[in-house]
């Protein structure tokens, strides 16, 4: 398994700001995703986060909304941009070490106002 | 892109009673994966199942593939109010060197004293 840190754990922000949020793997992972969880929901995959290269994103996420880093194999960032209410949500980091399976880190709790 | 549909979405019983939740899909996952999150907290992987037919138990949890590998079940017996929670099942789509989870709805399991 990985262990999986995010920062911050929770966060109340005022619209039309930004957040980064932080995501920390406790050791090398091949592949990072980011999704978006509404409470007692499933997942919804935003992006996958490339070692090197541009995140790859889903059907309806834009880099302008949520630019995200990964500037190494164990690190990666999510920015949530020019944030509304509807921005307000859980997001959770999530790595792939090998085979299929995927360890989640604790979540984000967004709450915009 | 496959679907998985997972039943139910919503289950309240008491302690003691079984239950089983469902994951269907009409084509064949690589592997399927079944995690549990409790409020606040990320998924935690519970099991993956990879082989036709194969069946694996975690103390009073049953796992099942099928023979097809297109569905699987969870089986709880004997619930206690610790296996509250929001179960997932997610089935591994692999193509090429590609990759991609497709996630169940959920179902939010209340287990009463």
């Known amino acids: 398994s990985a262990v999986i840190s995010q920062k911050p754990s929770r966060d109340i922000c005022q619209r039309g700001t930004s957040l980064t949020i932080q995501c920390q793997v406790d050791?090398?992972?091949?592949?990072m995703f980011w999704y978006r969880q509404q409470p007692g929901q499933s997942l919804t995959l935003i992006a996958t986060?490339?070692?090197?290269?541009?995140?790859?994103?889903e059907s309806g996420f834009v880099i302008d909304k949520f630019p995200i880093s990964r500037p190494n194999l164990t690190f990666s960032t999510l920015t949530v941009s020019n944030m509304s209410p509807e921005d307000s949500s859980i997001y959770l980091c999530?790595?792939?070490?090998?085979?299929?399976?995927?360890?989640f880190g604790p979540g984000t709790r967004l709450t915009v106002t | 892109t496959q679907l998985l549909e997972q039943s139910p979405q919503f289950l309240s019983i008491q302690e003691g009673e079984n239950l089983t939740v469902y994951c269907n899909s009409s084509?064949?996952?690589?592997?399927l994966q079944w995690y549990r999150q409790e409020p606040g907290e990320g998924p935690v992987l519970l099991v993956t199942?990879?082989?036709g037919g194969e069946v694996k138990k975690l103390k009073r949890l049953t796992f099942q593939f099928g023979d097809a590998r297109k569905d699987s079940s969870l089986h709880i017996t004997a619930a206690q109010p610790g296996d509250t929670g929001l179960y997932l099942c997610?089935?591994?789509?692999?193509?090429?060197?590609?990759?991609?989870?497709?996630w169940g709805a959920g179902t939010k399991l209340i287990i009463k004293p």
């Open positions: 199942v990879v082989t």
């Open positions: 084509s064949v996952f690589s592997s």
């Open positions: 999530s790595a792939r070490r090998r085979g299929y399976e995927q360890y």
């Open positions: 997610a089935g591994a789509e692999v193509w090429d060197s590609n990759y991609q989870l497709i």
């Open positions: 050791s090398q992972v091949t592949m």
């Open positions: 986060a490339n070692q090197g290269s541009e995140a790859t994103y």
